[in-house]
């Protein structure tokens, strides 16, 4: 009963938007409403940067600078130069791919704790309405956790929800890499849930890295939980297009670009993508050329693309959905702009379909025990031979 009482909702949310599609300009902004504002360019401090010539040349430009002309870059400054940058521009320095790893980890340190001294002065404004209050205790104390002793902040962005990634291990080291791509929901105030740890991307990446130092304790890894996008909320009508999708995708591809740079595993990172994260994934996937990536997703509404080959020859593409997740429910169709098309775990869609045997739900894909956390490390590793099959 459950089950179809959802679909029914998710039905309506596409032919809600249909009809807001054609219903004029009244519909159409209160569609809009609903909808979030996406992040596409350079973060605060960048026009500054780019006018800044303090050190006697020009600084790359953020928006334009691609990550080996930026590692370049650096690669060339004075320590005394770098520690300038990161102090000046914070915000520049730390979302810069391509930028040293343990620069970028001190000027987002410096980023969040400004950006949490600016929370905790407007929650002592008295004149402050209690909703608003809440939210500014809420964001200095989402800052403060992500300042705690050992916390790698890769990125982060203040602006709207707020975006923030995390690396747990040694990313420069590491001879394994893998990038996780959540779905909706996922912001600075969602990034790392103490309630429910394994609905965050923080708490998936904790239990992959775990996973594969069991099955591989000698293998050097690194785990990016990587919020780089703003994602849909709820069910509205981001949900079932690809705007944020697209406005997303070719931020992963800037965070692949860099770590190129950056770090230098054995083979390309994988990427995990989860739930609306698909749909990115399955927009950047044609862009990945070279060395294979293997590309893993999950609870997938889709991915934009009809079969595993649009991809292109880059992707290796596993795909698995548990029997209880209620995104089997969505209509998997692709109408205009609404819906994201195929469901990657058909048997005639080109993905590998692996066992996510024991997972329970939308968000249990990481939980311990499951056969998909098991295959989600086996696949990061190489270990393809232990990776188990859905059977039925």
């Given at each position: ?144 956790a992500l300042l705690a002793p050992g916390r790698q902040i890769l990125a982060f ?143 997938s509404p889709g991915m934009g693309v009809s079969d595993a080959g649009e991809l ?81």
């Amino acid at each position: 009963m459950q089950r179809r009482r959802l679909k029914r909702i998710l039905i309506g949310a596409f032919a809600t938007c249909a009809v807001l599609a054609d219903a004029g300009a009244a519909a159409a902004q209160a569609a809009a409403s609903n909808e979030q504002v996406v992040i596409t360019t350079p973060p605060t401090g960048s026009s500054a940067w780019v006018k800044d010539h303090s050190l006697g040349r020009s600084l790359p430009n953020p928006a334009t600078a691609d990550a080996a002309t930026v590692a370049t870059f650096f690669a060339s400054l004075t320590p005394a130069q770098q520690d300038q940058l990161v102090r000046e521009y914070p915000l520049v320095v730390g979302n810069l791919d391509g930028a040293p790893l343990q620069l970028r980890y001190r000027a987002n340190a410096l980023a969040i704790t400004a950006d949490r001294d600016q929370a905790k002065a407007q929650a002592a404004d008295p004149k402050l309405d209690p909703a608003s209050h809440a939210l500014a205790v809420s964001r200095a104390n989402d800052c403060q956790a992500l300042l705690a002793p050992g916390r790698q902040i890769l990125a982060f962005d203040p602006r709207g929800r707020g975006l923030v990634s995390e690396v747990f291990g040694d990313l420069a080291t590491a001879d394994r890499v893998s990038v996780i791509v959540p779905g909706s929901d996922t912001d600075l105030g969602h990034f790392d849930r103490t309630d429910d740890p394994l609905r965050s991307p923080a708490g998936m990446a904790r239990a992959l890295q775990a996973e594969e130092g069991r099955q591989s304790p000698g293998t050097s890894t690194a785990v990016i939980a990587w919020t780089g996008y703003v994602t849909p909320v709820g069910l509205g009508p981001d949900a079932v297009t690809s705007r944020l999708a697209e406005a997303g995708a070719p931020r992963l591809e800037r965070l692949l670009d860099g770590l190129k740079q950056t770090s230098h595993p054995v083979a390309p990172p994988a990427l995990l993508c989860h739930s609306y994260g698909t749909v990115v994934c399955g927009i950047a996937g044609p862009t990945l050329h070279g060395a294979t990536t293997d590309m893993v997703v999950f609870g997938s509404p889709g991915m934009g693309v009809s079969d595993a080959g649009e991809l292109g020859s880059g992707v290796h593409l596993w795909a698995t959905r548990d029997s209880t997740d209620w995104i089997g429910d969505v209509p998997y169709v692709e109408v205009g702009n609404l819906g994201h098309g195929a469901d990657p775990t058909s048997s005639d869609f080109g993905a590998e379909e692996i066992s996510s045997a024991g997972a329970v739900g939308h968000t249990g894909y990481f939980a311990a025990g499951t056969a998909s956390l098991h295959n989600f490390a086996a696949i990061a590793l190489g270990a393809y031979q232990n990776v188990s099959y859905r059977t039925s």
